[in-house]
C-alpha cells in the first residue's frame, strides 16, 4: 500500500515504515504529525484518486530529527575587476519516518459514488 501526499507544497510517494527528508516543520523531534492532502491511494490493484485530495484519508507520521543539507556552493566573479564572492548555503530539512497510510475516506467515497447510480435508477423507476 502506497500514498501521494502532499507535504509543504511538493509530492511525495510514501509507504508504511519509509523515511524520507521534508521541507523544515514547525515540531520538535519525537512529535507525531498527520498530513491530510492524500492525492492517491493504492492497496494492491485498487486505487483512489482524489479530485483534488482523497476524503477521509491520512498519513501518520514522526519526526525524526531536523537536519541540513549537503554543502551548496554559490562562486560569483567578474573577471578583470577584482571581484570573488564565495559563499556557501546549507538547507534546512525534517527528517520524517511514515508510521501508518489510512485509506478510511477511500472506501467511504467509494461507496458513495456506488450508491447514487442506484437513487438515480429508482427516481427514474417511478
Known amino acids: 500500500m502506497y500514498a501521494i501526499v502532499e507535504i509543504a507544497g511538493k509530492q511525495y510517494k ?9 521541507a523544515t516543520q514547525e515540531a520538535v523531534a519525537g512529535t507525531k504529525v498527520t498530513f491530510d492532502r492524500v492525492l492517491l491511494i493504492a ?16 498519513v501518520q507520521a514522526v519526526i525524526v530529527d531536523h537536519v541540513k543539507g549537503d554543502k551548496v556552493l554559490v562562486f560569483k566573479k ?3 575587476k577584482r571581484y570573488k564572492v ?18 478510511t475516506g477511500a472506501k467511504e467515497k467509494a461507496s458513495k459514488k456506488a450508491a447514487k447510480p442506484k ?7 417511478e
Open 14 to 22: 510514501v509507504s508504511q515504515d519509509d523515511t524520507l527528508y521534508v
Open 43 to 58: 492497496d494492491g490493484e485498487n486505487i483512489t484518486v482524489g479530485s483534488p485530495a482523497v476524503e477521509g484519508a491520512s
Open 78 to 80: 567578474k573577471r578583470r
Open 86 to 103: 564565495k559563499n556557501g548555503h546549507r538547507q534546512p530539512y525534517t527528517k520524517i519516518k511514515i508510521e501508518a497510510v489510512s485509506a
Open 119 to 125: 437513487a438515480a435508477a429508482e427516481a427514474a423507476a
